[in-house]
């Protein structure tokens, strides 16, 4: 190849080139020189201008310095609070407030289901995680005081003029904080409180011990005030409301026997004027599947399969389209409201909760689901059979069913059992007839039919909400709230289930302890605060 | 811009950094003020020093190896005392100007010089290797190569002829057991599988941060599996600190460089070659049968769910018997068409490639297309200024199977289900067992990825002592994959189906300068070494996905097909990362025989907190050849060449994610009521996290006796890891999972060894054998207090990581009365029953046996009291598991087994690994095959822990579960009883599901004919072979799951068989032609 085929350079400049290359060799012989150009370059290099270059920041996220700006953030910091409640409450709230209780037997094939029935949960088992750790709990706790902490920053400086809405969301932030100690208090007892700083730094106090029932009570109704102060009295439903404040109130207060302060808070929810006994069994069933429109419904949790990562834990739970069901109804429940449905009388909620071209027996029938969330369709094919209808079910990961977490008719049932407590025994049945008669049943209670009221009215109440609230987590802690200090209602009910349950454990003796939940193996490995104070008889 | 001022040029080396910074971070400044500075130095007016003399007489010949008869190519060949001198060309040939009487100087790497005096014009030269010339190979060390002799550090290369050997289908396949130290394994027989690569144990927590760092031809790469394994010229392993340390920040867990072929000059040369291979699943797994199934219902019909089905006429569903592994497997083929194209002159060479590998895998529908080519050109316009293009590319299309939905479905799945209803629609769900050959067939997971790198690097001769070089390289990686889930596949009512497609487009640019000073003093006693360089490196990621249900059609699976997003899978982001380093590196030796060299980088990483970018990367290092002492002339005919070696150097890791030191508020998959929320990343950022710092040591000697007959290398290393880069879990009531920190250490302490000897050297048959092997010991030796247990592991100071934790299990309570003992809870007793005249037990009415003592294991009669065992508060009955207690503290047992009585129960990685390999050589033919092994390790076979815990009632246990099961008191029988729940028998954290997982497999095996080369003249061709291989023919363990290499890519929890694709056996024909 010839020089001149790729030489792209003029005489001169080649001149130029090689005049070069003998004084740089001429200079390089020096080996001062050398060592001048290695600092230089070694220096040079490492001490400027790279900074900048290695100071990335992310690119598809935001940031604690870019965010809080607008009211669009504020908002979008309410959805991921929120979010994060459903992530707590899409299993939780029948893992926690039904699951161990007397209204669910175990069904289908996995092991959680028969270890949660049987009494016999662990603190290290991966299959009762979901039950056994309040992760989530904290993690809701954590985007509200995140919520708190900068949207008072946000009123201060009247960010966008929208003050008013920031307040409000505080009000929703510290609700629903209260309502995740409130649920950590009953499933486990005393909880660790983590102050109103949200974590932002290694640096800051990240280990927290438990604290005393006393506090953990106090931190629920200080929220729940500031709650009170600060959220707007706005009807809503899907978002924590001034309502949903009152009822978690009355919730807190029954739950610490505190029935003059939880009927101050009826009294406030009933003056709010939102809510009312819906009319008739269509309505009724519309509480569950439309909540929106419902006038009993005070709080639901509005869940979207295809936004919620599948949804609700509802058909997981419950039934589903595609699976057979964790739990199903306990059979002596379901009894109950086949005996409510003979010699002419009717109790909808059997319909409107069971499929009853199925299971129409007046034999105890092993429910295999339940389709109170679902809307019974007259058309629906069933394989098989010449016969159609059937519930709507939907799939395990495409569930839509929106949680009730308060409704009116919990409230007033609570009222009932206020009444009881101080013997106005036909004012607490009054209650429980109203309920009766808005799904048809017309079998009222009458104080008459109790040789013993003491023990018979409270019992009727308890089988009210026995039936009205299955499926939506209440009967556990109802079991618990109703007894005395020494769980007189709650053994009462659960020794005989217990008993004759195979393989199962007893709440008698140091196993009294198991009405707590055991708190989960991790959460000891993470915090040493914590350590050596499992719930007892669980091991950590 | 034209002239070119290279002192300028340095003197504004900084400024160039930083414009290149500049350049790939605000793309302000074009590509072209790159490719124009390459353009320049191309255009270096050539200068051509060889003077030319009028030939007076020409020499004409050939040299050849004067073993193989191979001719030898690039052979220098001097005519010693005049200028003339020319290099060897395609088939050894050369021809030089030299006169009668001229003395013809002919030098080879690996060969011995060769002079002769010219007598004829014609010459045919035959050269000897040189064992200890070898020595003189040169071996890539990072920013510039060093010969092997003078290796101080623990590097090892393996060529291409091993390379070939394997016929393996990607470099990590073929490095499996050809070097110690290096531990490759591939978890599964997927077709496109990537293998996982660990040199020198974990040195890490994290599963990102135990790969070696990746560099090919100079450019750092993440994944080497869409190289041509044809194209490698060699493969350097820089094992220890002292080697890898120039990589700094990187290099802790090892430096992997690869180099692709040169072209050689010469006429063109084109290499042509075919395989084809056939495979077929190497183990098949004992699974029930119709009636199998049918006897496990008959016996086990208590456990929930678990019914007698017909099995008459009237049965649709459930009338058949099927082999799912059977249905499922195939013969996979593999179809594999290699060219390359060589040649050049000595100023332009040039290798071209192109490789098309289809390999259809042994599970239908798994397959792999790959098409890929290289464009390798060394420009050589004078003596001043070289230029290298290596421009690679590659596509490549895969469909992976649902493992878990079609292997492990099928494992389980009742063998008496049909597949299909009689109108041809498979039947997909049966009593919730879904259809794995449906699974198989009508779900797509099909990705394809298109990459394209080139470095292109220009080294000037600044003299006789400078050699400045720098390049520009860059990497484009697009991948997208699409998802779709058929209506079919549905058990949604109505059905519905589904569907994803997920981008990632990954851009890499990166420039590395380099200074090197090179200069040999006093009559070549003393070498001076000494290199100055940077690099700067840019990376960026974008992710985009689209995603949702009920497709339009199901013909159409691109996105637009889809009538009903899903928000949650709609999304995209982007990220980057950018690296900064110096480095600096001196050598020094005296006569060959005190070597010392040192070095150290500083590197920068935007991926840690902005007070500890920067950290520090020195090593130092040495070695003797002891062989050159005087005192060691006695014994050199025996031992011709000794090396010791010792090292010392720190190595980083870098590998989280790009933003772990920062707080994140993230969005895109956190909606509530048609809201897309904002929350905080679920891990808290760090701004104080650096580097993780490794401080390794290591001892080596290199011996070999005999004149090359036998070599051995042994290395002896300590590596000490600090500030392991971990993903320590945060309180849970913080609101946050995680934080990465820096925590804990962890020691590594392993010796290798080399031992490669040629036991039989005739004229016509050679053998060649070579032996590796490798122990590594990880310890944790530092946890800050904090142990845990991890699913089936045990994270804990003392112990290595990836321990398997759990309960130890003993064997079954025969009766409810087995359970007994002592009061002390430490000495099971055996209870004598009351027994008939034929010494049958007697069951009373209560339908038990009557206990009429009790026996201590010696025999002797117990009194004591006699103590019940729980498990969880729960009484342990017959056909419950026994499991053993851990005492504590004092030395006590407390009689229930809870979570505390857990312990470390085996070990996930090997004590040691090894080859053995062999190349026989006769005549034309040859031979070569190996065996590879790891030894020590155990591995939880979860599969059959699937089959024993009867997880659902439609699940099928394995025959051997089946038959033993628990059913009657006074059973004998390792598995306990299924009906029975409340003892949680089935856990998974028992011993019983771990199992030995050594094994020896005779990995490959090749037997090659080598055409004769007269022969193949007549047809016109230069060469010709043919191969006929096997891979993957034998494999000697005790496991008993599909195969026991099981992925190590999991630091903390390895060793799980979660049923993967399995291995295949493989035979295939190969024809190599040249023209």
């Known amino acids: ?540 | 811009m034209g002239f070119f001022d290279t002192r300028k040029f340095l003197f504004n080396y900084k400024n160039y950094q930083v414009k290149l910074a500049d350049m790939l971070l605000n793309k302000k400044i074009s590509c072209f003020l790159f490719w124009g500075f390459i353009i320049m130095f191309w255009g270096t007016p050539m200068q051509t020093f060889a003077q030319k003399t009028m030939p007076v007489n020409k020499v004409m010949g050939r040299v050849y190896d004067e073993n193989q008869n191979d001719p030898l190519i690039g052979v220098n060949i001097i005519v010693k005392g005049k200028p003339t001198g020319t290099v060897s060309g395609l088939n050894g040939t050369f021809s030089v100007s030299a006169e009668i009487g001229d003395v013809i100087k002919f030098s080879y790497i690996g060969y011995k010089d060769k002079e002769i005096k010219v007598a004829t014009s014609v010459l045919n030269v035959a050269m000897t290797e040189n064992a200890l010339k070898l020595g003189e190979v040169v071996v890539e060390a990072g920013y510039g190569t060093m010969k092997k002799r003078d290796i101080t550090g623990s590097i090892v290369s393996v060529n291409e002829k091993e390379i070939e050997k394997k016929m393996s289908v990607n470099v990590l396949d073929a490095l499996q057991g050809a070097a110690s130290g290096v531990q490759v394994s591939n978890a599964s027989g997927a077709p496109g599988e990537e293998s996982s690569i660990r040199i020198r144990g974990t040195s890490t927590l994290s599963d990102d941060g135990v790969a070696p760092l990746f560099i090919v031809d100079g450019m750092t790469v993440d994944r080497i599996d869409d190289i041509n394994p044809n194209d490698i010229q060699s493969v350097e392993v820089l094992k220890d600190a002292s080697s890898s340390a120039i990589y700094g920040s990187r290099s802790a867990n090892g430096v992997i460089i690869i180099t692709t072929k040169k072209g050689n000059a010469g006429k063109p040369k084109l290499d042509a070659k075919y395989l084809r291979s056939y495979s077929q699943l190497s183990h098949k797994l004992p699974q029930a049968n119709s009636l199998e199934r049918r006897i496990f219902e008959n016996r086990i019909y208590t456990l929930p769910g678990v019914t007698k089905t017909l099995n008459d006429s009237t049965a649709l569903t459930t009338n058949t018997d099927n082999d799912y592994q059977d249905i499922l497997t195939q013969t996979g083929v593999r179809n594999q068409l290699d060219l390359s194209l060589t040649g050049g002159t000595r100023e332009l060479k040039y290798f071209n490639s192109l490789q098309y590998y289809d390999e259809t895998g042994i599970v239908r529908n798994s397959w792999l297309k790959r098409l890929t080519g290289r464009v390798n050109i060394d420009y050589v316009p004078n003596k001043i200024v070289k230029t290298a293009t290596r421009i690679g590319f590659s596509k490549t299309s895969r469909n992976e199977i649902n493992e878990g939905m079609v292997l492990v479905k099928a494992l389980l799945r009742n063998p008496y289900f049909i597949l299909t209803f009689p109108d041809g629609t498979p039947a997909y769900d049966i009593a919730g067992q879904k259809n794995p050959i449906a699974e198989e067939i009508l779900r797509k997971n099909e990705t394809n990825q298109y990459n394209l790198n080139f470095i292109e690097e220009v080294n000037v001769n600044l003299g006789s002592c400078f050699i400045f070089h720098t390049d520009v390289s860059g990497k484009f990686d697009l991948k997208r994959n699409e998802k779709f889930n058929s209506k079919l596949l549905s058990t949604a009512k109505p059905k519905v189906n589904s569907g994803s497609e997920t981008s990632y487009w990954n851009t890499y640019l990166s420039t590395t300068s380099y200074l090197t000073f090179k200069r040999k003093f006093n009559k070549k006693t003393h070498a001076v070494e000494a290199t100055l360089g940077t690099s700067v490196e840019d990376w960026n990621t974008i992710f985009s996905s689209l995603g949702g249900i009920n497709y339009v059609s199901e013909v159409v699976t691109t996105g637009n097909s889809i009538s009903e997003l899903d928000p949650t899978l709609c999304t995209s982001n982007k990220e980057d990362h950018s690296m900064i380093g110096i480095f600096l590196r001196g050598r020094y030796s005296y006569k060959d025989r005190y070597l010392i060299n040192g070095t150290i980088r500083r590197d920068g990483s935007s991926r840690f907190g902005a007070n500890n970018r920067w950290g520090w990367f020195p090593s130092v290092s040495g070695a003797w050849r002891f062989t050159d002492e005087s005192f060691a002339n006695e014994i050199s005919k025996v031992l011709s060449d000794g090396k010791l070696r010792f090292g010392w150097g720190v190595t980083g890791n870098e590998r989280i994610g790009n933003y772990d030191s920062q707080n994140q508020y993230i969005f895109g998959d956190y909606y509530y009521n048609d809201v897309s929320g904002v929350i905080p990343n679920t891990t808290l950022g760090n701004p104080n996290l650096k580097w993780e710092e490794t401080r390794q040591s290591n001892v080596g000697l290199d011996l070999m006796f005999l004149d090359g007959r036998i070599n051995m290398v042994v290395d002896y290393y300590i590596k000490n890891t600090k500030d392991l880069l971990y993903l320590t879990s945060l309180p849970q009531e913080s609101g946050f999972t995680y934080a990465w920190t820096n925590f804990g250490a962890m020691q590594n302490k392993g010796l290798e060894i080399t031992l490669s000897a040629t036991p039989v050297k005739m004229n016509d048959f050679s053998w060649l054998t070579t032996i590796n092997y490798s122990q590594n010991k990880n310890v944790i030796t530092d946890l800050a207090g904090v142990n845990r247990a991890d699913d089936i592991w045990w994270i804990g100071e003392g112990y290595e990581a990836g321990a398997f934790y759990g309960y130890k299990y003993q064997g079954i309570y025969q009766y409810d009365e087995s359970n007994a003992w002592t009061e002390d809870f430490k000495t099971n007793l055996i209870p004598v029953f009351q027994k008939d005249a034929q010494g049958n037990v007697i069951i009373g009415k209560d339908r038990k046996p009557s206990v009429l003592e009790y026996l201590l294991p010696d025999g002797s009669s117990y009194t004591g009291a006699v103590k019940s065992k729980t498990t969880n508060g729960i009484v342990c009955k017959g056909g419950d598991v026994i499991w053993e207690e851990v005492a504590d503290k004092n030395g006590n047992v407390d009689g229930d087994v809870n979570s505390e009585d857990r312990q470390v129960l085996g070990s996930g990685q090997p004590k040691w690994y090894g080859s053995w390999s062999n190349t026989l050589t006769y005549k034309n033919f040859n031979l070569s095959f190996s065996f590879y092994g790891n030894f020590g390790n155990m591995i939880y076979n979860e599969m059959n822990r699937n089959s024993a815990a009867l997880i659902s009632s439609g699940s099928t246990p394995t025959p051997f579960i089946v038959y033993n099961l628990w059913k009657y008191p006074g059973q004998i029988t390792p598995l306990y009883n299924a009906n029975d729940r409340s003892a949680n028998n089935a856990r998974t954290d028992d011993s019983y599901f771990l199992e030995d997982g050594s094994f020896i497999r005779l990995q490959s095996i090749r037997f090659g004919y080598t055409m004769d080369s007269e022969l193949i003249k007549k047809v016109g061709l230069t060469a010709a072979s043919i191969y006929l291989y096997g891979n993957g023919l034998a494999t000697w363990t005790n496991y008993t799951g599909y195969d026991p290499e099981v992925a190590q890519n999991s630091v903390l929890k390895p060793g799980k068989d979660k049923g993967r694709y399995p291995r295949k056996r493989e035979f295939g024909l190969s024809i190599n032609v040249s023209l």
């Open chain 1, 1 to 540: 190849m010839k020089q001149a085929d790729i030489h792209i350079f003029t005489n001169e400049d080649k001149n130029r080139i090689c005049k070069f290359h003998a004084t740089f060799l001429k200079q390089f012989s020096d080996m001062k020189n050398i060592i001048k150009i290695a600092t230089i370059i070694f220096c040079g290099v490492a001490f400027s201008g790279c900074e900048d270059f290695l100071s990335r920041n992310p690119i598809s996220a935001a940031s604690p310095e870019t965010f809080w700006k607008s009211k669009e953030d504020a908002d979008l910091w309410l959805a991921g609070t929120y979010d994060a409640l459903q992530t707590t409450l899409r299993t939780g709230v029948l893992d926690w407030g039904e699951a161990r209780s007397d209204n669910f037997v175990s069904n289908g094939v996995g092991t959680m289901q028969v270890k949660v029935t049987t009494n016999t949960l662990v603190a290290g088992d991966a299959d009762l995680v979901v039950l056994t750790s309040w992760k989530n709990i904290y993690t809701t706790i954590a985007r509200c005081n995140f919520g708190l902490k900068y949207t008072a920053k946000m009123i201060e400086n009247n960010v966008d003029g929208n003050s008013e809405t920031y307040k409000d969301y505080m009000g929703q932030y510290y609700g629903l904080r209260a309502l995740m100690y409130f649920y950590a208090t009953r499933v486990w007892g005393r909880v660790p409180i983590v102050g109103n700083d949200p974590i932002e730094s290694l640096s800051q106090n990240i280990y927290f011990e438990r604290s005393p029932i006393d506090s953990c009570k106090k931190v629920i109704l200080n929220d729940l005030d500031s709650c009170i102060s600060n959220i707007s009295p706005t009807n809503r439903k899907y978002y924590f409301s001034l309502g949903a404040a009152y009822a978690l109130k009355t919730d807190v207060h029954m739950w610490f026997k505190e029935y003059d302060l939880a009927e101050q808070s009826i009294q406030k929810l009933e003056a709010l004027n939102y809510y009312k006994w819906v009319l008739n069994s269509a309505e009724w069933k519309k509480i569950f599947t439309e909540p929106d429109g419902s006038t009993e419904t005070i709080f639901s949790l509005y869940f979207e399969q295809l936004q919620d990562n599948g949804g609700s834990g509802i058909a997981q739970r419950l039934g589903s389209s595609s699976n057979t069901s964790t739990f199903s109804i306990a059979p002596d429940l379901f009894q109950i409201l086949v005996n409510r449905n003979r010699n002419g009388n009717i109790d909808t909620r059997w319909q409107l909760c069971f499929d009853t071209i199925t299971y129409n027996s007046t034999q105890s029938t092993l429910q295999d689901k339940c389709g109170k969330y679902y809307p019974w369709d007259d058309k629906l094919v069933r394989t098989g059979e010449s016969r159609t209808g059937g519930f709507v079910y939907e799939p395990v990961n495409m569930c839509n069913a929106k949680i009730p977490i308060y409704r009116y008719a919990d409230i007033e049932l609570l009222k009932a059992e206020i009444y009881y407590r101080r013997g106005e025994y036909q004012k607490a049945l009054n209650i429980v007839n109203t309920a009766r008669m808005r799904v048809g049943y017309y079998v009222l209670a009458k104080l008459a039919d109790f040789t013993n009221p003491d023990s018979g009215v409270l019992d009727c109440i308890m089988e009210e909400r026995r039936i009205e609230f299955l499926g939506e987590g209440k009967r556990w802690f109802d079991l618990i709230e109703v007894s005395d200090v020494s769980y007189d209602y709650f053994h009462k009910i659960m020794d005989p289930v217990m008993a004759a349950r195979s393989g199962s454990v007893s709440y008698t003796g140091e196993n009294e302890g198991r009405i707590l939940f055991p708190i989960e193996s991790t959460a000891f490995a993470a915090n040493p605060l914590l350590r050596g104070d499992q719930n007892l008889p669980y091991s950590e």
